[in-house]
């Protein structure tokens, strides 16, 4: 059983995680300019799991027959980047956007019903989580690893 999406709050929260999603694949782009040759392997690990995550998003939503916004062609970074530490410190910034808005989504799904969608959420939120602890090393920041990820202290 699925928990349908017909609640406005939960749908709101996906759409919410689905837009961090999109941001979150912008930003790796961004950064590879500027992170070493050494952080590739994990750049491309990171945007391949934004991409696959937003795919299944979209895909949720269209079984729900509800229309998935697009990307926006460009996002703000919230400083400009400059070299490899501030691509490292955008990257976790992306990466803690998406814990907190895919926490929102978990903290809405019941444990009965939430199956596919209650998984997607609790994977997503592990995965920033872990992909965050590169990030925040290379941009020099402490502590590496957040406290209650996406709780929106991480930055």
């Known amino acids: 059983m699925t928990q349908p999406l017909d609640d406005g709050d ?9 837009g961090t999603e999109h941001a979150a694949i912008w930003v790796y782009g961004l950064v590879s300019a500027f992170l070493p040759a050494s ?29 998935a916004p697009p990307a926006a062609a460009a996002y703000r970074p919230p400083s ?3 070299d490899a530490a501030s691509a490292a410190g955008l990257a976790a910034v992306a990466e803690d956007d998406v814990a907190a808005a895919w926490r929102a989504v978990a ?3 019941e444990a009965a ?4 969608l ?17 990030w925040r090393g290379l941009a020099g920041r402490t502590p590496l690893v957040a406290p209650f990820p996406g709780d929106g202290s991480e930055t």
């Open 80 to 82: 400009p980047v400059t």
């Open 39 to 67: 952080t590739a392997t994990g750049l491309s690990a990171a945007s391949l799991a934004h991409r696959e995550r937003r795919d299944a998003v979209v895909a949720l939503l269209a079984r729900d027959g509800i229309a």
């Open 113 to 116: 019903t939430g199956g596919e």
């Open 10 to 18: 939960l749908r709101e929260m996906l759409l919410t995680a689905l």
């Open 118 to 134: 209650r998984r997607l959420a609790l994977e997503a939120v592990t995965a920033a989580a872990t992909v965050s602890v590169t």
């Open 107 to 109: 903290e809405r799904t």
